[in-house]
């Protein structure tokens, strides 16, 4: 059962990056600014690591519960990530799938059939994520274009209705220089296991986003 205070009861969760590079980290809040939950980096800096960025996080709560564990599969042929409970039981499968002239990243959850889209309006290349709970329901994130992209909406596959929408703010001068991003996530009257697949999803995200500007840099 979730607490009453839970990060997850909220409707607003603010992803602000406090550390960028080997050791990423952010702060979870609410929607007066108030620290919520954190997002910790659980693994060993190392030379990979130095290079594309941290691949193993905490989901917690403001004062340390640990609500989810996200780690990189690291599998050469397919991007993936894997999503697991605090009880260790595997909450969702994200994977990310490149095509010429597309991209497609699946979230596969505990449950089944496609519930969420995220959808992104520019670009040339079109990219989606899908997040398919346990239960079978799915989180289908498409953009077109780069992961970069600023806003997302969140569309249910039953109804048909945007649910939720994220975005990457524009952060100041000072944060900018050492890498900070920052995500907002409106998430009204979702469950809390879906609002955690949605911030599982959204940390998946931004990994893939700080591989790709790596190989990116490294290629120049």
Request: glycine share 8%.
């Given at each position: ?11 607003l969760l603010v992803v602000q990056q ?133 806003e997302l909406n969140i569309t ?65």
């Open positions: 059962m979730v607490k009453s205070t839970s990060l997850l009861n909220h409707d406090t550390r960028a590079g080997a050791s990423t980290e952010f702060n979870i809040e609410d929607a007066q600014g108030a620290l919520i939950g954190l997002i910790s980096c659980t693994q060993k800096s190392g030379v990979r690591q130095f290079f594309g960025g941290a691949r193993e996080f905490d989901l917690l709560e403001a004062d340390g519960t640990r609500l989810a564990h996200l780690s990189d599969d690291r599998k050469i042929w397919r991007d993936t990530y894997t999503l697991l409970r605090a009880d260790g039981s595997q909450l969702a499968t994200v994977s990310k799938q490149a095509k010429l002239f597309s991209r497609r990243i699946t979230t596969t959850l505990t449950t089944g059939s496609p519930l969420i889209t995220f959808n992104s309006p520019s670009g040339f290349f079109s990219r989606r994520i899908t997040t398919t709970l346990t239960t079978g329901e799915e989180l289908l994130v498409e953009s077109k274009g780069s992961f970069s992209d600023r249910s596959n039953r109804s048909g209705n945007v649910v939720a929408q994220a975005s990457r703010e524009r952060v100041g001068f000072a944060e900018a220089l050492r890498g900070h991003d920052r995500y907002v996530l409106h998430v009204p009257s979702l469950s809390p296991e879906l609002r955690l697949a949605i911030l599982g999803t959204v940390v998946a995200l931004d990994m893939m986003r700080a591989k790709e500007e790596a190989a990116a840099a490294s290629s120049n």
